[in-house]
């Protein structure tokens, strides 16, 4: 059973049941508050009941102080005090963490047993007051509003996830690789630490991606290195020289850009580019597109920035002008505002491209989505509020809904194991609180993403697109596997 997290997590349960054993395969040591830690910190020892009271004092303060940061803490004392219970719980309500309870029932015999074999085993008769109070304990927390009271059974889960090495397998087709949460998830790469070999690293995520099951790489389309991932000097490469590299290689990735903004180039350049990446693929080529909105990319390299309902303009004209250079035959075209003399573009795409809309603007670009797009992108927090205006505008335009599909880019910290995501937070958070960062990227193991991946799939998401902020290489892909079984 998954827990929240972060949340307080009390444990309950006389002397041997089991709780410091629980709270260590769970949470990390630092996580963990314990009243027989601080009886050695404050007195001579761990079992130093002389040195309780100040132990206890530390305990309070030291609560206190993780709950006010909204961190993980688990409270690792008897759990038998009713009045501390409360304050605790009092605690996390006001920092706004789920309050849980994990009462740890082992037998009396288990517990007399495992306090014989201590060191400093507790007196017989204080054992027997545990005990006994634990035949009313578990009512007492039934009435006392946690969100969750757990009793961990023999057959409780595993301390640690299994570490799934990543599984070299022959290319599934592109098509079959959905996973098991309902969703296809492709790995946008936004950052390229790539040495002095970019084309040996890109190749090495590429066939790692691959291998492990991601359905496609898509990369962003940038003249700069915007500032919400990486620094101006770091490198961005252009897309579709990127996307023909890739092409090239022996995998099953769909691929294309997510998003390409339609001021950088003419549309019509846009879909010969894109063509040319689906013939050249095997038919694997899908394009995002979007209105633009950094200004000084354009400014930096010369290209007009026009204002936002020209941008808008540009796109929705734009997709009707890609999808006549894609269609058969070389004919005059016009479309709702703009035209073509001829449409001859060869080659022609390999089969029907996917156009992703990205932007989340209500009233026109999920509207231009309604109307042209295969799929609209939006972000993880907003799937049910845009496909609800998403729907609306389809049924406006006379379009079926189910022809324009959900997807999401998801900018998450992933981590293999517990550990890992922490260390991964601490490093990449700066100056954002430790919890409040690993909120805002969904910061969790392989397994935890899994299930948000599942629910998004509940909510129509057919696709992820999966950017991990400190993707070093490929390497370092390994961790999400557990995410694309
Ligand atoms: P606490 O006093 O409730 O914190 O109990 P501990 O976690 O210190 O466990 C007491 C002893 O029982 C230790 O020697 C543990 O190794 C052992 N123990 C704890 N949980 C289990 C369990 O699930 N199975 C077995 N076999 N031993 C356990
Ligand atoms: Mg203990």
Redesign the pocket.
Known sequence: MRLPDPALVV?V??????????AAGRYLPHEVVSSDALRAVVGSGRYDLDASADAFAVLEQVIDARLGRRLATVV?TLGMDAARRQRWRDLARDAGLPAVAVV?A?DDATCRR?NA?RDVPVPAKALAGQLDRMRTVPGELAAEGWEVVVVPG?E?PPATEPSRPAQPAPNPPADDRRTSTGVEVVLQVSRFPWGEEPARWLAEVAGAADALGFAGVALMDHLVQIPQVGRAWEPIPEPYVTLGLLAGLDTSLRLGTLVTPLTLRPAGVVAKAVATLDALSGGRAFVGVGAGWWEREHAGFGVPFPPAKDRLDRLEDGIEVMRALWAPGTKAWSGSRASLPETTCYPRPAGPVPVVVGGAGERRTLRIAARLGDACNVRPEDVAAKTAVLRAHCADVGRDPDEVAVTVLDVSVVGSDRADVARRVERLRGRTAATAYAARLHAGTAIGQRERYAALADLGVSTVFLSLPDLAGADDLGRVAALLA
């Open positions: 444990l349960g006389a002397s041997g049941s089991g709780k410091s054993t629980w690792d740890l082992a495992r074999e023999d409780a």
